[in-house]
């Protein structure tokens, strides 16, 4: 979330689509209900089923599956046609005056500039800013010269595929340093000019305003409505409640994007979010109490995980990952280092420019002494990665065999991947499995899952191990939530049994590690026996040393003049990121969390629930990253001179008399910095605004979002009928990876979670099987009217991965029917027959009370979902699949 | 589940003065009629903010520390039919179509606990039922006959019984927690703030203000429900459409305590003296005509 639960209250309008936080979120929901109660907000859900959230809406539509970026798109569309935008904040704080690239173009056709149809990938090269300085006034000569976005042909001519940049860097490369010359000959690092062009009057027919305008006028209402099958009326509806915060120029009103899985569980999930990123921008609802764009996480931890490196891609606190161009620390430092970009009479603080302070920080914090300026800081102890490890793929490889054993933890792989037949074949190829968790859960019970014969079980090798973890209330330690709070939770019982907290499981697999390499030495011992293991309990650390190592401490005496205290001791716990040297003084584990325990003790433990503001900031409650700040780019709450846009909803505001920023809320910005200067409130993009256009490699699969159909549709793009589906999505291509057409498998699927169950554990407690006690799958009257199903018949669903071997059908998911009006038939483009979308809860599976019931019904539901996966974020498309259906 | 603390109002087949009732003197000289605490309990369910989640069905199971039941699938969210003997909280799912459109209301049920309570009036047996004066009606089991003739007096089909201990259960407002000062378990669980609980006065008017709210957001037919046939209830419900509440599961338009018990508690009393006579008359003619019946020894077992 760039703001936070609680803020939700100073909301005037909310938008919930992809996401069900009524259902998966109750207890964070009560804030979307204290906006309505306390301030008449509006709520508009948009969601293929009308779920508990659509119970509360003032509006609801229902959506097909997949079709998020046409119903976004449509919503610029309609703002910018109805001038519902926030005009002085985007010409001031996006990058929508600025002049994008001669070469680059739309993709009326499906695809921008610079395909390469050989690499299923793009050449960014043309996806860039134009140099140059202050071309206001420049518009209309523009225009006569028939300057403006390429088509298909000039793109062509003006950008051909540019064979440097398909060199080993490529793709890696997200933004080099800037101001960079290309020289002709040798192959130029991709960068963005150091001064970008501009026109203030946005009218240059090359200004990402006028491209996003012209790419975004195909979103006609009557377009959207084919697509996404949601009446013209009903968008309309939907756009107007959204829009009308800006009515007639007013900046007063705030509005909120909230969303969750539902949009991030496609083959362009992360095109869907820029989409939601670029409305709130549009509108100047980035930075404001009450807006922002927010990410419900799934779990209590999710947050944590992810900023402390849960991806293959990122170290902690979002240092881009070594890859093997990157021989030395200063190559590696200088690659992910971005400079500035941007027109030259405004100021960037382009907070990334510190990336070599945080990064040796870290490496001091992972060696220890060991880490020293002679030996680059034991960079070259860092993996270098030089694939795409992303979850799919790991199991991808190690169905094919080069995967040879796994490691699973906290993570039931069989129950939450996609394909999960495949999963489960991948497994019986390994040589080994260890599964930490608290129930014997399907993973480490491949062997036995439904269909497997006796015979069958003999001939499989794999050794698994089952280590009894310990439950969340058995273990300490940190949980960061949706809003990057930082919250100490305390165990409230012991671990039963055998069972071990999960970071004595970890230490103790270390150091046997660590004493194997001792002994018998290995291919490159350094990184291991040199890792720093400072903890007073080697073999079951305690957090709080942990999160106190996280958080970071001065390594020498520290002074400095410009802060208070100007001094910290060695051996001190360090109170903020800006303490962090680039010179070894310092070490911390996540640049991103140092302030969460510094020297007098953990701001994480902090309970104290005072909220003076009344903005639901509650500075002295837990602690957030960044530096305690409660709403991210909150430089953008004021106008271009410092002042709040609604006077009601204080955040920060610039005090002229001494010349720094204050606030309720920590200023998200450089503290002194006189808004004369013109900095940019988006301090971490090196143009230091928001980016309604994405240059270069910032986006695999466009700079701008489009609408492409999920891998299995039963729509043919009307867009781009030739290009249905994103040119840059990653299919696979083993014997289990199938990929269904509607004309067998009609039903347009999405799986989800219910508010009775918790994923995969709640199958084992009583009390959640009670309330929901079995599958099911929710179908609406008229598709059990058309196959004679009533509610409670057993069916049978099927996908294009499904089949049978010796006999037995595999792939398969059994469930008895929910027939129910919350589903309705939608109307698609050239379609004469409504299409019957389907939705199943993921939560049941083969192990749990109720395991063995029907023998049949034990598959989990991801034995119907394909692999494929969104070529940024490597999610799978667990959501908007093709199924077919019969009575069982 | 009787509670000490808790003043008692009313009580069922009670001969004579209720028990601990009367006047009491307070220290400033005025007198109140035996109640601990000084106003009546009300529970607020806002319809109109409640999300199912099902939180008070899970706290309510838990703090009566009842064992988790047995649950088929019904083609509905709905944990179960309508309430149990052991399970008294139950949220009830409904689609409704509409003129705006489909609606998917969902509307704690309970015990309502009446101001006038038909289970109370119908029931036959000394204390069985009482009614304290903040407004809680109880059920004390030890009492209880099994006669289930408070299941015929209840106009919301809330009290339950139970074949096995051949005893009558329902929500006891959880008497024991709010006799110790605390809400009750359902409104300590709600996560959406849907669930108010205080006095019967700050209730009603926390309820118009949430209605007037609704009224001008065009919701014209939201009202408070709080049906004046049982002379109110200290279980109110914030309706989206108070003009047809059996859309929400059931919930009787205008509940009133069945005629007939009214009239055989009431006017007709003296008729059940004759019959009680008539019936121990009775009894014993039979006792004279054909001796003691033996007690089925695996019957006894079984109980």
Redo the contacts between chains.
Sequence with gaps: MTNGWVDIKNTDVMLIMGGNP??NH??G??WV??A??VR?AKLVVVDPR?Q?????A?H?CQIRAGSDIAFLGGLINYALQNNRYAKDYIINYTNAALIVKKGFKLPEDGFFSGFDAAGSKYDVSSWNYEEGANVTGTAAAAIAAGDGPATPETAAQAAPANPAAKSAGQGYAAQGPAGAKATTGAPAPLALPGNTAYDLSLEHPRCVFQLMKKHFSRYTPEMVSSITGIPVDKLNKAWDMYTSIRKDGDMKKVGTIIYSVGWTQHTFGSQIIRTAAMTQLLLGNVGRAGGGVNALRGHSNIQGATDMAGVFDILPGYLKMPNPTDTDFATYIKRITPTSAKPKEWDSFNYWSNTSKFAVSFLKAMYGDAAKKENDWAFNYLPKIDRKFSWVEQWDAMYAGKVKGLISFGMNGVAIGPNSEKNIDALKKADWLVVCDIYPEETSSFWESPGITDDEKKKINTEVYRLPGAGFAEKDGTFVNSARWLQWKWAAVPTPGDAKLDQAILATIFLKVRELYQKEGGKFPDAILNASWPYTTPYSPSLAEVAKEINGKALADLHDDKQTPTDWKAGQQLPGFAWLKDDGTTSSGNWLYCGSWPDAGSNTQRRDPADPSGLGIHPTWGWSWPMNRRVLYNRASCDLNGKPWDPSRKQVWFNESTGKWAGNDVPDFKADSNPKDHMGPFIMNPEGVGRLFVPLAGMADGPFPEHYEPVESPLVNPFHPKQSTSPVVKRYKSDMDKYGTSDKFPYPCTTYRL??HYHYWTKNN??N??????P?VEISEQLASKLSIK??DRLKVSTARSGSKDGKEYGVYYA???????LQPLKLAGKDDPVYPVGIPIHWAYRGLKDGRHADQRNGVNVLSPTAIDPNAYTPEFKGFLVNIEKA | MSNGNLEIKAISGHAGGTPGGGEYRQPDGTTRIGASRDYDVCKLIDTTTCIGCKACEVACVEWNGYEFRETTFDNTYQTMPETAWNFWNLIKFNEVETDGGLQWLMRKDQCMHCEEPGCLIACPADGAIVQYTNGIVDFNQANCIGCQYCVTGCPFNIPKFNEATKKVYKCTLCSDRVGAGLEPACIKSCPTGCLHFGSKEDMKFEAEKRVTQLHANGHADAGVYDPSGVKGTHVIYVLGDAKHPENYGGLPADPRVPFFVKMWKGPLKWLGGIGMVAGVLGVFMHYVRFGPKEVDKAEEVKR
């Design positions: 009524a259902e109750p207890c929901f009560k209900v204290e309505r109660k008449n009308f508990r959230t659509a119970s509360q003032d609801f508010t009775e009583p009390m099987m009670q309330l929901v006690p079995e099911f509610g409670g008895k029917a929910m027939v129910t009006k919350r």
